[in-house]
């Protein structure tokens, strides 16, 4: 209580006069929708990206976490199980989905909780030309429209400071305009959240902030020399309350807070005589209390981020270098299962949705970083796409030995599935090291060997998405002359890949089109984002005029009549070759058939020594064979029509005309039953 003089007037008091100055306190961040202008805020001061930004700069243990898991998720980068089946789809997914712009979107999607794509169109938007990362910071959501849709997002590169006269830039949303640019923008959804979706370790956030504000205390304490908290003594009077309170505001500036470690406490003293005494109040354990702390930020920090060992973050504990190996690869493979893939699944999705635009469609993975020691695999219950995707793991990583060139196999069961595919059979063993190793074939001499006895390697044919010899029975004139030869090197033919299914084959002509042929034994499978494009090439492989991207027409040498001339009825060398290759599934584009024409195949049966029509005549006159028209459909997006049985019986189609080669009648007719026995 203040003391009056004899007139009644406040006197001053001979005892010290003190105030104590508060350190900040932590305060929970809030995260809310705030509305303003035409976009959506994220934050209290729409700056809740840059509070992730620092959380992750300040904090030891979220840094490493956000590092450990966003370069988990990236893996070795982006494939596909089907790229050597699909190598131009592949070609152009990679040229889209460079690795700077795949790593980038881990590590946001990641650290922000969400990422975001700039789609950049062709001129005339026919296709995607090109795919850019876009830093999330610089986004902000447009009020969604009526459908509950978010038409577009705005871009600026300092959004807590922006100015009511600063205008961003305003980019669609991916599918909302008909503009060159558009944003794809990659979030999970989290109940609650709308516009944006906090992080998957928001919980841990305040841990991480803690974790920050102990380094802080304990490095500006070393750099203060370990000095306490202080009390500040001013021994030249007790100044009035505006200026004791300019004081206290200047000194705590310059001295409060984490980084300048400590409290103090500000006196004002009349005389030295009369100053304060303060007895400090010790902390005998504080070392125990900051220990705590620190340890208890790391595992709360762990906990938030679903880290399952602190091993993955090199962290070691307190068990044993042999528990530690097991357990390192217990945790690596349940956190891959329960952390790391549903990022990738979420980003592939996206990636997928975006390919379907090119007509795009890839089976879609991200090779691991888990070593494959750690990767498990029954190569006999599994094929090798199923492999390639759950493990992330190419398949040929798991042909761990090459012997004499060739590769061995772990399992039994590889080696002779790669023993039939090849042509041999079987499979014979290896030991090295006390490992035990299988090959295919039944030696190791015949796996040498391309082919079995009596075959004979003619080239090579596409299976399965590999170049593998084509092997074809030995015949004693077989390519005795340069028809054979000519044969090889002209009429370019071709084995499909197992994603091709033969579904039928017309003998005659039945009055059938090619669409009604293909749509009467063919039914689509329904699929959103399931399209096809095919490149219209000249390679043997590429695309005839007559397919269809669920269908391909080809045409194989067939016998089209057993009757007997006199004298030597023994097949022409061209034909017999042609019916070996026949035999060892090899079919023919009609675009080759022509191109063989006029490179004159078999020529010297011409007239006159002059090119012919091998698709009218084949081999010749008096020749016994034809082309059969042949159907494939495309596994993967088509499957057999209800109706194909009864057509396969009654043969029975509304007459029509469409797509139908010229020279159609006679190619199924062999010149032996044609007039003049196929003579000029």
């Not at 006196?267 to 007895?279: G, L, M, P, W």
């Not at 074809?472 to 299914?501: Q, R, Y």
Request: net charge negative; aromatic share 10%; charged share 25%.
């Amino acid at each position: 209580m203040r003391k009056r003089n004899e007139k009644g007037q406040f006197v001053k008091s001979k005892v010290s006069e003190f105030g104590f100055v508060n350190l900040s306190t932590y305060t929970s961040p809030e995260v809310k929708e705030v509305n303003g202008a035409d976009w959506i805020e994220y934050g209290a001061d729409n700056d809740y990206f840059q509070y992730l930004i620092d959380r992750y700069n300040g904090s030891p243990t979220n840094n490493a976490a956000i590092n450990g898991i966003s370069q988990a998720i990236y893996g070795k980068g982006l494939n596909a199980t089907d790229s050597s089946k699909k190598p131009n789809e592949y070609a152009q997914m990679v040229s889209l989905f460079r690795k700077d712009v795949v790593r980038r979107l881990c590590y946001d999607l990641k650290l922000m909780g969400q990422c975001a794509i700039q789609v950049i169109y062709s001129k005339d938007r026919s296709k995607i030309a090109q795919l850019e990362h876009m830093p999330i910071e610089t986004l902000r959501a447009e009020k969604c429209d009526e459908d509950g849709n978010v038409p577009a997002y705005y871009y600026y590169n300092d959004w807590p400071n922006i100015k009511k006269t600063d205008e961003p830039l305003r980019i669609p949303a991916f599918g909302m305009s008909n503009e060159n640019i558009e944003i794809y923008y990659i979030k999970p959804y989290k109940s609650g959240f709308y516009y944006y979706s906090p992080v998957d370790y928001q919980g841990g956030l305040q841990y991480a902030e803690l974790e920050e504000e102990v380094s802080n205390y304990h490095l500006n304490n070393i750099l203060n020399g370990l000095a306490p908290s202080m009390l500040i003594n001013f021994n030249n009077g007790t100044p009035n309350q505006q200026e004791r309170q300019l004081i206290e505001t200047k000194i705590a500036q310059k001295f409060s807070g984490t980084s300048n470690a400590g409290k103090f406490i500000l006196a004002f003293n009349d005389n030295k005589e009369s100053q304060a005494e303060i007895t400090p109040v010790q902390l005998s354990d504080a070392h125990n209390q900051y220990q705590f702390l620190s340890e208890e930020s790391t595992q709360k920090i762990m906990v938030a981020h679903r880290i399952v060992s602190p091993m993955l973050l090199g962290i070691k504990d307190g068990s044993g270098l042999g528990n530690n190996a097991e357990e390192i690869k217990t945790a690596s493979l349940l956190m891959d299962n329960t952390v790391i893939r549903p990022f990738q699944e979420l980003l592939i999705d996206c990636f997928d949705n975006i390919l379907a635009y090119n007509e795009i469609s890839l089976n879609l993975y991200f090779t691991t970083l888990q070593p494959l020691e750690f990767t498990e695999v029954d190569q006999a219950l599994q094929d090798k796409e199923t492999i390639e995707e759950e493990t992330g793991v190419e398949m040929q990583k798991f042909n761990l030995k090459k012997i004499g060139g060739k590769t061995a196999y772990k399992t039994k069961e590889e080696a002779e599935r790669v023993a039939e595919e090849i042509g041999c059979g079987g499979y014979h063993e290896h030991e090295i090291e006390g490992v035990t190793y299988y090959m295919p074939c039944v030696s190791h001499e015949e796996l040498k060997a391309p082919c079995w006895d009596g075959y004979e390697q003619i080239g090579t044919k596409m299976k399965d998405g590999k170049e593998v010899p084509n092997c074809v029975p030995l015949e004693k004139e077989f390519l005795s002359d340069e028809m054979g030869a000519a044969i090889l090197e002209n009429l370019k033919g071709e084995t499909l890949s197992s994603e091709w299914e033969l579904v039928d084959e017309l003998d005659t002509d039945n009055n059938i089109t090619d669409e009604e042929w293909a749509t009467l034994c063919i039914k689509e499978k329904k699929s959103l984002f399931r399209k096809f494009a095919d490149e219209i090439t000249a390679k043997p492989n590429g695309f005839s005029y007559l397919d269809s991207k669920n269908y391909k027409i080809r045409y194989k040498y067939a016998v089209g009549s057993t009757k007997q001339m006199k004298g030597n009825n023994e097949s022409r060398p061209f034909c017999k070759s042609m019916m070996s290759l026949s035999k060892a599934g090899v079919v023919y584009r009609l675009e080759g058939i022509d191109a063989a024409s006029k490179a004159g195949v078999n020529s010297s049966l011409g007239h006159n020594g002059k090119p012919y029509d091998l698709f009218k005549f084949k081999g010749g006159v008096y020749c016994r064979h034809k082309w059969k028209k042949v159907l494939y459909r495309l596994k993967s997006n088509t499957k057999p029509s209800e109706y194909l049985n009864d057509y396969k019986k009654t043969r029975t189609i509304p007459e029509s005309y469409n797509k139908k080669p010229r020279g159609t009648k006679q190619s199924e007719i062999a010149p032996v039953n044609m007039p003049k026995q196929g003579a000029y």
